[in-house]
Structure formats: structure tokens, C-alpha cells
């Protein structure tokens, strides 16, 4: 690893989850992919909510800007304020496209924790570790 400011990026992003379980265990192996899939889910959020709902916004709210052109100014056009009508179903499919996202995000993200966490529970270290043998008795 290089000794600069932001040298740790570089093999956290190449490492595998399976090594990364080996060297720093496997609740910091989660967080780092739970962390993962947050921004994943934002960028996608953001790339959804923007492409989507200000055009929605700026062409739904039309009508209006033209009887106070001067007025208005360019933010207040990338807001629902001046929208009437039908358009606001666009809001409505953008939230169950948001739902449907985040849903797809968290299924993959729990299906590979579950793998993670098999395969931590299947290795020969957890198997001859005390504290495996003590919570198989005390259940």
C-alpha cells in the first residue's frame, strides 16, 4: 500500500470479500458493503430522481412560467409549485420506480450477506473456535 492521504481506496475496492473476510473479519466486511450498496442506492436515487422529475417539473409547470416570465426564476421552474393536473402521476411512478430500486438493492445485498455468512459458519476456523462449541451447547 503507498504511503499517500488516500492510499487504503485502492485495495479496498480490489479486494475480495472472501480475503476481506480473512483479514479484517465479518461484521467489518458487511459495514463495508452495506456502505456500498447506500451509495449505489443514492446514485441511482439521484440519477432516477433527476432525469425523471425536473424535466417533469420544468415542462408540467409550463403553462404558468408564461404569464410571469421575468418572475420566476430557473429553480423555481425545477419545482412542483406551478404544476396542476394529471402530471403529478409522474411523481407517483417515480416513487414505486424509487421502491422498486431500493428493494433490488437490498435483495442482492442480503443474498450475499447470507452467502457471506454461510460460508464464515461452514469454515474449519469457526467449526474448532470455543465459542462456536459453546453456543452449539447452550442451543
Known amino acids: 500500500m503507498g504511503k499517500g492521504l488516500f492510499a487504503w481506496v485502492k485495495p479496498i475496492l ?6 476481506l473476510v480473512e483479514k479484517i473479519g465479518l461484521d467489518a466486511t458487511i459495514f463495508l458493503r452495506f456502505t456500498k450498496m447506500c451509495r449505489n442506492i443514492f446514485l441511482v436515487l439521484s440519477l432516477v430522481g ?7 417539473n420544468v415542462v408540467g409547470g409550463h403553462p404558468m412560467y408564461k404569464q410571469w416570465d421575468k418572475s420566476i426564476n430557473g429553480l423555481m421552474k425545477m419545482t412542483p409549485q406551478y404544476m396542476f393536473g394529471s402530471i403529478f402521476w409522474a411523481f407517483v411512478a ?3 420506480a424509487f421502491d422498486g430500486v431500493i428493494c ?3 435483495w442482492r445485498n442480503y443474498k450475499a450477506v447470507t452467502g457471506l455468512r454461510r460460508a464464515y459458519f461452514d469454515s474449519p476456523e469457526y467449526q474448532a473456535s470455543l465459542h462456536a462449541r459453546t453456543l452449539m451447547v447452550c442451543f
Open 50 to 56: 433527476c432525469a425523471i422529475l425536473i424535466p417533469v
Open 14 to 19: 480490489n479486494t475480495k470479500e472472501d480475503a
Open 104 to 106: 433490488y438493492f437490498l
Open 94 to 96: 417515480c416513487a414505486y
